[in-house]
């Protein structure tokens, strides 16, 4: 068995490949980090690092051993996070929310399975809108969200639902009748815009500037809200990309859905506050994955 030492040491070197950085990360000497290295290399029968006056590396056999012991150190201080938690167990108040219609059932699912399994600590749930989901998360009105990627500035995952896209457009609009487009044609109708708060990267994903081809995208007008831009829609002055569960949860006899056939899916999960991963907020999320898991299909 590896000592402690013996383990830390290795991987913060195998990391840094500085002996100074190694020592300073540690709170050792530079001496007493060589001293363990070369022990541990007696003990493997070979080097585990190339150094010279100016340069670490790690040997063939030190990437192999870096290699193989990192996921095991992972994975048994996350053995030890969950022992802790158990022990103290998951007590308090958890706010969770959904941004969308077609989250709520996820999230209800996950609230309720979380909930059976941590019955000292209470679940509220909410929704938000898209004007005000990130600004929940900062200022700590909400712990966890479900919603779309990307999410950018948050921690994100594990994916639990994906969706095919669809092209909103009006039901009079010229693509109203077709069976599928291809992601081409964003490059020939306005496309409407999310609000101005919406972060980059989904704004990037959702209303690209350009098609895949590289044709530039035009800009049609921004709305408020969903409903609001599928309001835009219907009237005529531009396209919008959604996922196909908008055909069941925003059905408009003035709105058409169009599958876009060659269009990446649209995958939704759990954000949080990377400074807000609380015991309450991990317990969350594996009770959301194991409801997704077990959700009917369609």
């Not at 493997?44 to 790690?58: A, H, K, T």
């Not at 966890?144 to 969706?163: K, Q, R």
Request: hydrophobic share 40%.
């Amino acid at each position: 068995m590896l000592e402690r030492v013996e383990t830390e040491v290795f991987l913060t070197l195998a990391e840094e490949l500085h002996f100074g950085r190694t020592a300073e990360r540690l709170h050792l000497t530079t001496g007493r980090v060589s001293q363990v290295v070369r022990k541990l290399e007696r003990r493997i029968g070979g080097p585990l690092f190339e150094r010279s006056s100016r340069v670490v590396r790690l040997s063939p056999v030190g990437r192999r051993l870096a290699d193989d012991l990192a996921p095991l150190v992972a994975g048994m201080e996350e053995a030890l996070r969950r022992a802790r938690d158990a022990s103290r167990g998951v007590t308090g108040e958890l706010r969770v929310a959904f941004l969308g219609e077609w989250t709520a059932p996820l999230l209800l699912r996950a609230a309720a399975l979380f909930g059976e399994r941590n019955p000292d600590c209470r679940v509220d749930v909410r929704e938000v809108q898209l004007a005000t989901s990130r600004a929940s998360l900062v200022d700590g009105s909400v712990d966890v969200l479900i919603a779309s990627y990307p999410f950018d500035g948050m921690a994100c995952g594990p994916v639990l639902t994906t969706e095919r896209r669809v092209l909103a457009v009006a039901a009079t609009h010229p693509l109203a009748g077709e069976e599928s487009v291809s992601a081409e044609v964003l490059a020939e109708y306005p496309v409407i815009q999310y609000p101005a708060v919406t972060s980059a990267a989904f704004k990037r994903d959702r209303t690209p500037d350009r098609t895949p081809s590289g044709r530039p995208v035009p800009k049609g007008p921004a709305g408020g809200s969903f409903s609001e831009m599928l309001t835009l829609v219907a009237m005529g002055r531009g396209v919008l990309p959604v996922g196909e569960h908008s055909r069941r949860y925003y059905p408009r006899p003035d709105v058409v859905y169009v599958p876009i056939r060659d269009a990446p899916p649209i995958e939704r999960g759990p954000v949080w506050l990377e400074g807000n991963t609380t015991a309450r907020v991990r317990e969350f999320v594996r009770a959301a994955v194991d409801a997704a898991a077990s959700a009917p299909q369609g």
